[in-house]
């Protein structure tokens, strides 16, 4: 599965984004989708899955972030924050639930995007 990222850009806090990820082929509904992203210096970290109808979230975005899919999967981020500014990647594969957040349940990566978050 080759993922193509886009919608990254530049936005003043408490502004909206839309992130989505896109086969170039007709998306596989038995692979889990999550967005990932990683700030300058930091390691990279979970933002957000959707897996077999189930949406997953970690505790900094949620209430802020929404992951959603048909065609594509979307990320909408609302209310962004400069701790947001980050490359946010996306990722498919099938990892056990109990391991959704980690990257190592995801084999197929798309490039990252940019989302920078001024102050």
């Known amino acids: 599965v080759q993922l193509q990222a886009s919608g990254g850009g530049l936005v003043q806090a408490g502004g909206s984004l839309t992130l989505s990820c896109a086969p170039p082929?007709?998306?596989?509904?038995?692979?889990?989708v999550a967005w990932f992203r990683q700030a300058a210096g930091k390691e990279r970290e979970f933002v957000a899955a959707?897996?077999?109808g189930r949406t997953y979230y970690d505790d900094s975005v949620k209430g802020r972030f929404t992951i959603s899919r048909d065609n594509a999967v979307h990320l909408q981020m609302n209310n962004l924050r400069p701790e947001d500014t980050a490359v946010y990647y996306c990722?498919?594969?099938?990892?056990?639930?109990?391991?959704?957040?980690?990257?190592?349940?995801?084999?197929?990566w798309g490039q990252g995007t940019l989302v920078t978050v001024s102050s």
């Open positions: 959707i897996a077999r």
């Open positions: 990722a498919a594969g099938r990892p056990i639930l109990s391991a959704i957040s980690s990257p190592l349940g995801y084999g197929n």
């Open positions: 082929e007709r998306p596989d509904s038995r692979y889990s």
